[in-house]
């Protein structure tokens, strides 16, 4: 089977292209087929720096997958695991993650096969670039893992789900690595990628996205973008009517405190628009426009945006328009 680089839209890819477009160039383009023994070096690099991750970025990372374990546990035993076996196994996981990547295990081992993830496959930012790590660091990650699931056990969210049939729950399949929900607009690739999609008691079909971050710290943007867009998948993907759709953040670094609000019309054509208007931009960068040939523009077409980011830049050590040393 011939792989092909295709495109498609999603929220995370064009927040990239935003930040910086050269950036992009390396992370969609540069990389592809970096896998292959026989490909370009700097396409091999570039494939390698593209999976690295921070670790306040692996911190939220695990807490989503462990949270994935939690609610498929609940829906095979018709209840919420024990808070204790819970910890222990994302602390084991912590430990074995850290571990791998530690021993820079990535760059020989791979992250999939057999069609499912390796479940302690890690490469830090942080190690590749070796960077140090202090203990206090590693051991706040860890604790905020452990803090965001208990958060999870305890929350009325989870509580609330375990309530209702779980025939119709809609878990993201975060053992595959990969987008497991899409679907095209005007013949375009889109992805999204839900938490946790439920049917409440009272009928209304609820859209829940876990949030990992410090109040007042590394506060994110009370935009309705995000939600909007898996709404929108919702209404047109399952043929949900809007009215019927609730998307609720429930931050499990704030004791899952939750932020929810109903679909309504005129979410439903920004979402539109947010989807249409980024595939516009993103396909102004290929050839003709087309985003079934999906070939870039040449390099020039991709300009470098420096910057104080560059510091956290995966790309850092390739990109010769850096304007500050990784970390
Ligand atoms: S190092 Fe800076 S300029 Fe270069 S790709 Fe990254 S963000 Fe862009």
Request: proline letters at 5%; a positive charge.
């Amino acid at each position: 089977m011939i792989m092909r680089n295709r495109f498609g839209w999603s929220l995370s890819r064009e927040s990239i292209f935003d930040s910086c477009r050269k950036r992009y160039y390396f992370h969609y383009y540069l990389s592809w087929k970096g896998w292959k023994s026989g490909a370009p070096e700097i396409s091999r690099e570039a494939f390698l720096l593209k999976r690295l991750v921070s670790l306040p970025l692996w911190r939220g990372q695990l807490v989503h997958y462990i949270a994935t374990k939690v609610l498929q546990s609940t829906r095979a035993k018709g209840r919420i695991p024990d808070q204790a076996k819970v910890l222990d196994y994302a602390s084991l996981r912590f430990e074995k993650q850290y571990q791998f990547s530690l021993d820079r295990r990535y760059l020989d081992t791979p992250k999939k096969s057999g069609g499912r993830l390796n479940i302690d496959w890690l490469a830090l930012f942080e190690h590749e670039y070796g960077l140090r790590i202090t203990d206090r660091r590693l051991e706040t990650a860890k604790s905020e893992v452990r803090e965001g699931l208990r958060n999870l056990i305890q929350s009325g969210m989870l509580k609330r789900a375990a309530r209702s049939d779980p025939s119709g729950w809609i878990i993201e399949n975060i053992d595959i690595s990969e987008f497991a929900q899409s679907f095209e607009l005007d013949g375009v690739i889109i992805y999204v990628k839900t938490d946790f999609i439920f049917r409440d008691a009272d009928g209304v079909l609820n859209i829940v996205d876990w949030k990992t971050f410090r109040k007042g710290k590394d506060e994110e943007s009370a935009d309705n973008g995000q939600l909007g867009v898996y709404g929108y998948y919702a209404a047109s993907r399952m043929n949900e009517p809007f009215t019927n759709i609730r998307m609720t953040e429930v931050n499990l670094l704030d004791s899952a405190s939750e932020r929810s609000f109903r679909m309504d019309k005129e979410l439903m054509e920004r979402s539109k628009q947010i989807i249409t208007e980024g595939v516009e931009k993103l396909s102004s960068v290929l050839v003709g426009a087309d985003t079934g040939r999906n070939e870039p523009l040449p390099p020039e077409h991709f300009p470098p945006d420096p910057g104080p980011k560059c510091r956290f830049c995966n790309f850092n050590r390739v990109c010769p328009d850096s304007a500050a040393s990784p970390g």
